[in-house]
């Protein structure tokens, strides 16, 4: 299946904010006839993501580029890698060199970042999640990245999942209340209310809650709510997760923890573009 | 002046990406004609950037939210303060909450760690600038960001400025030869010229360049850079610089400091939207 | 809250479709500055839908139009009946005229078709259901037009809702492969599994399916299924269903029945604009 | 030539109506390199219409799906009938299904309910012609419909067609001036003119009027207007007509009848697909 | 009625065009907070056109500029005349300037050629027409700019008018084959024929050719023509049709003479925008 | 590198603007499997540009038309000569002429009128300059037009030069206070300022401006500046520049001189396409 057209779209753009009338510097000291091969490297050791995006970057801008990947999405790219190598002009690789990067760069930020939660958690059987925390406008290749990285995906937006927060909760009258009225209305999505006491938990589960989101708790909280739910409805944990303390609020048997910082504070990996001769 | 309309339809994507075929939840659980006013409220220390764009997405989702103001673009915003207060429907504030606080933690995220780029040069002379290493898609925004933590735009593109780099020298026949084809094309525009060794600074003034980028240069290099050329052209350092080497940097007496982690990869701001009941 | 920008496009490209570079026949003979008053009157009996998405094709037309109504979304018009009265310029009305009608007869026709669906299956707790038949590019308002008539909208695409089909168990090697897999990847989501004969239903409980639809199985087999899994999980009836068998189906106690024909072959309501002078 | 791109964006924009961030149960299920083919199936008997807007939507998605037609565009299809085999992975089969089908149903639909109306006038001389009573966006694809069902088009949109109704005639003082106006501003359209009497249509005449039509008239002064204007100007019957009385108002010898229905009742034509394996 | 969103966009995407990131010289001279108001002068006598559109570019710009208009569309302006005040603030008139002058000078321009070729045939009876020989993008505005001026719009595509050329005819096997079969299918259009001999134009005639195009034959040839059709078809002119030569050819007794220098050809009028202060 | 995608989707909206619903006649008289060749001859002599965007025109119109090129960009073409063949179906062929010669006459009108002022002012060092005086929409092919008739570009628009003019000298306090704080602003830009005396020539030099431009100054003033500025800083002449006097001024030794009427004013040079028979 091809790239969805949203996507291609977003790469057409930022091609665009990149370049409009053209790259000035080459256009005047490279010939527009000179080819050229260039290969991306890992500077540093990460979780590649985005190969596929920053080829299609490179063919939409010029669709003679042909692109030879040496490794896989998700994969442990190590320091001095090379990913792959790239054949074209060279101005349109020049042309189209930052915004491949950039969006290489993002995405594999986002999935090395992930992975490590992922891999701070390993054994104790709790799912690391993403939030709606996205760069605007990247939240589709965002939540890829957070998949590459061995994340799971929360919904997708405000259409994809119901979850139930405080105001819904003031305005339904009650935990009990807005968690009946969401199940008789949407049968085909699970039912997820976000509480911050354990005696909420319990109201929560009486009124047949499906997943119960536990915001800004404290481990021990945390802990108790786990003895009240475990085995009736999964528990999320939300709010001031860090990559120091993911573990021991695993370790209390909680299912799904998700974490803001995967997509709002992931820094870029750090890749570069070296042009070489044609071979 | 309005936002620039490929800001608004960044906006309108971004909403559209978040509500789909709705808030599915609140359509369920609040009635339509409910009305409530909520705060925009900083949770940590940061500069203000976003606010109007944050506006804009609500104004938007629902043209009949009101926004008022506490604080001004590039604010040092303290923890607990108050940010803006807005108006409207509940179903309306709950629909735009998420869109309207990821433009402004991610916009605040890199005026703040800008300003902290800024501050420690202080008193150096030197001038903090960004790269072009933005998210796709939102440069124009994320370098606004960058304007509004006190630092300086570099070119925004291949487009508006003239940065010639080692594949354009290679392709020239050399430093000499690519600055003066690039000064006799281009009058309206400085030349600017990336080199790695002193000796190539030294070509680089002799042919005319405006501006010299060292790149990834030592410390010692940039200082006898900044001996060989100082008062005849600016000198840009780039590469490797963090908030920890900066100021050593900035005391060579070079005159501009290009950071790509200013856009790469600066964290959100800490930000949440509390709602309230009309007052 | 506003329209979806989506929707405002579709109008955008509607009135674009009608019009290209104008109403000719008006231009000539109708003077620009006559003004006049017009009227919606139902040229029989339905229930009324789009109102609001006319409204806004003559406002996009002509921001100055006004409309005032007389009837609201979902309400039960009579032949006759006066809908909505509009003032403006005699060009502009008579240019949105068709526009602004296709929306309101092609959404009335879907609510009136479901309302009488949802009549036939009054009393046995049976809800109606929309299904994925719609009119390319038309859905979400499709979907509205379903609500309205009182239906209950089952997923809105293949992005918010699992449905597990004969080629999804044929590919995890049988339903209750299929269901398990399905059920472990997606926590915010229930699981539809299709089946086809009443040991498939009892395989998709065995497995924990969330909700089974039964596919084009007679009424026989569908009070089978009912016994087997009624008061464990939803059922669903998909498939062949009429005005005329539906109550059948509905008295054997499964839960939805979906529909196709509510979206793929609803005829239009008669809806009219007749000119009068400004009053 | 290639389909105009205003359809290919309106199958781009359908498609993602229905994708959205994905389809959510094949990509669970269904491992990306599967291969399968697939049927399209005539579940009735039809004429075929859309069978290239399916082919391009399926491109759209994946480019390197293949479609083998076996009937044509405007063949008379029969229950039970192959028309078209595709090939390519099982996601992209299973994703593209639904908007292929919901093009072709929708549009075979329209050319086989025109097709009815056409062979109910055969050999009277009388042609069919469609309304721009058209479901908004759809009117391109749903006029070809029209045509490959044996009808004819009336005009497109306001554009590309004088029809002076009864406003207009207000407004110019009378038909007799409405049309004299008409004629004199547009050299290159004919003029038509509307007109619910017989001594109208002796008005019209008069005037010059190119066409005229009858609006909502009995069979008898349907009569009476042929006997009138029989040989001298093409009248054309519009309003309340049905497949039952269609032919006797064609036995008057009118020369067109144009009928809303073709477009906005038209029901959709059952078509299926059937996965197989790769042959 | 607004403008059409088509006219809009075209507006939106020239004042992206002149301004991508923004107007950095008055961002960097002029205070944000400074009002002026400004004048469009004529530096020159021209039929003034386009007046709307340059509004509507500054109102995109920034939605609280004010227009005051001291001429209306389609007036001869004389050398000196003020055309309209604007007041907003500096750096929104600055910005909108130069796209708001562009539409205006270059819709002028066509304005007042076409006024021109209008005058030199005045009291002979024929009508000056534009051709499809438009800049690309601007033919719905060029088109109006021939109203505007005067003249009269021929086709305004492909789509809404029957114009039979040499290649129609071989492909038909002769005019009357042509114009017969055309006459056939197009009962709303009427149908014009080009030809290049009196011979044609006798055969076009029997045929019931409703227009005869008389393609680049000499003022004798054009006069021979006119002795044979006159009073049965209308005869336009087209090719080689100059300021010079247009009365001769006018007084020959054609309908009308089509020039495809009007637009493409036309040089933009002289007009500029003098900045004052708010009064 | 393929065309920038906004030229892409500017001859994409042409072609929609040319065609609408489709080209009529041709669909009415031309069997649809016709196929043919045909060339575009110039009718005159002129410098040829745009034929890469005439073949992007055909193929986005049918991506099966083949164009063989006998000339290239940038040629002296005479009348007579065939610049090129197209192949592909006749209706095809027939339905892109229109806009692919509208495309090329413009651009080489443009570029033709631009080498007749290069022509003019050879010897004298003097560089042909164009402005933002361009068709809205089309100013990056039009400032190609001028490249290709050996004009240099001045700015693309207000985001990539510094000009200053008269409002922001005003508002800066004065010509040196405008240009110092214009150049402490813009590092990477030369900063250009506009005067009318020599008196602002000596100031603009004081301050240190790289470029200055003389607007609307006599042949006498200008050389008394040439006097003053020469080898300090380019100067700029802009303002009533004719094809009559430019040669007068460049002899003044100004190096640069601004022409509006290149893309203002440019006539459309004479290109014709004829169809042949498939060779």
């Known amino acids: 299946m091809d790239l969805p057209l949203f996507v291609k779209e977003h790469i057409a753009r930022s091609l ?88 290489m760069q993002r995405l594999s930020g986002i999935a090395t970042l992930t992975s490590k939660y992922v891999a701070a958690v390993e054994g104790t059987g709790a799912r690391v999640l993403d939030t709606r925390k996205t760069t605007p406008g990247m939240r589709f290749l965002e939540k890829y990245a957070v998949r590459t990285g061995g994340g799971t995906n929360h919904r997708f937006g405000l259409y994809d999942g119901i979850l139930i927060k405080d105001n819904h909760i003031k305005a339904a009258g009650g935990v009990k209340q807005a968690v009946i009225k969401a199940k008789a209305s949407h049968r085909f999505l699970r039912v997820e209310v976000e509480v911050e006491t354990t005696y909420d938990v319990i109201e929560a589960l009486d009124a047949g809650a499906d997943i119960i989101m536990l915001d800004n708790m404290s481990v021990e909280k945390i802990a108790e709510a786990v003895d009240i739910a475990k085995g009736k409805v999964p528990l999320e944990v939300s709010g001031n997760v860090t990559l120091k303390n993911i573990k021991t609020i695993a370790e209390t048997g909680v ?4 974490v803001g910082a995967l997509t709002h504070s992931a820094r870029a990996a750090d890749i570069s573009m070296k042009m070489g001769d044609v071979t």
Chains 1, 2, 3, 4, 5, 6 share one sequence.
């Open 16 to 103: 665009r904010e990149d370049l409009v009338h053209g790259d000035i510097t080459s256009q005047t000291l490279i010939p527009a006839s000179d080819a050229s091969s260039a290969v991306f490297i890992a500077k540093e050791d990460f979780i590649l993501c985005g190969l596929f995006v920053a080829r299609e970057a490179l063919h939409t801008l010029d669709s003679s580029i042909r692109m030879q990947m040496f490794a896989t999405e998700g994969a442990a790219v190590e320091k001095g890698e090379t990913i792959a190598r790239i054949t074209g002009t060279t101005r349109s690789l020049l042309a189209g060199e930052r915004v491949a990067l950039n969006y």
């Open 255 to 258: 299912d799904m923890i998700s």
